[in-house]
C-alpha cells in the first residue's frame, strides 16, 4: 500500500505477495486530487483494510478500503468538521473490531482522530489530546 504519482496527482497503490513475487492490484481513488494509502492490516486473507486520505478538491479527508479476498472497495469513514483529517494505521483484531488512527488539523493545530469499525460501519471515537 502506498501511493504512485500518475503525471497529475498522487493515486493509491496496492501490491499483493504470493509467496514469490509481487503484483499490482488495483485500487480506487476518490476525487481529483492525490490519494494516499498508510496502513493496512487484516485478519485475514479475504478481509484486509487500508486507510490513508484523499483530497476531494478542497480538502484533504480520510479514506478507508476494505479488501473482499477479490477486490478493494471505498468504505465511507466519518472525518473530523471541516478540518483536513487523515487516517495513518490501521489494527484489525477481528472482523467486526477494526481501529484506525490518525489526526486532523486545524490552524497548525494537530487533535487525535480515532475511528472503530464494528462490522458495519465507522464511527469516531473520542481519543486525548495533548493540553
Excluded: C, Q
Aim: aromatic share 12%; charged share 15%.
Amino acid at each position: 500500500m502506498g501511493r504512485f504519482y500518475d503525471g497529475a496527482r498522487f493515486r493509491t497503490l496496492t501490491l499483493h505477495w504470493d509467496g514469490t513475487a509481487w503484483s499490482f492490484v488495483p485500487s480506487p481513488n476518490t476525487g481529483s486530487g492525490n490519494n494516499e494509502l498508510r496502513g493496512v492490516a487484516g485478519p485475514g486473507a479475504a478481509d484486509a483494510w487500508t486507510v490513508g486520505y484523499a483530497f476531494n478538491g478542497s480538502i484533504d479527508r480520510t479514506l478507508a478500503e476494505h479488501w473482499d479476498g477479490a477486490a478493494w472497495s471505498v468504505v465511507s469513514t466519518p472525518n473530523a468538521g471541516t478540518t483536513p483529517s487523515y487516517l495513518k494505521g490501521v489494527a484489525a483484531l477481528s472482523p467486526s473490531d477494526v481501529w484506525a488512527a490518525g489526526y486532523s488539523s486545524k490552524g497548525g493545530r494537530f487533535r487525535t482522530l480515532t475511528l472503530h469499525w464494528n462490522g458495519s460501519a465507522w464511527a469516531r471515537i473520542p481519543s486525548p489530546n495533548a493540553p
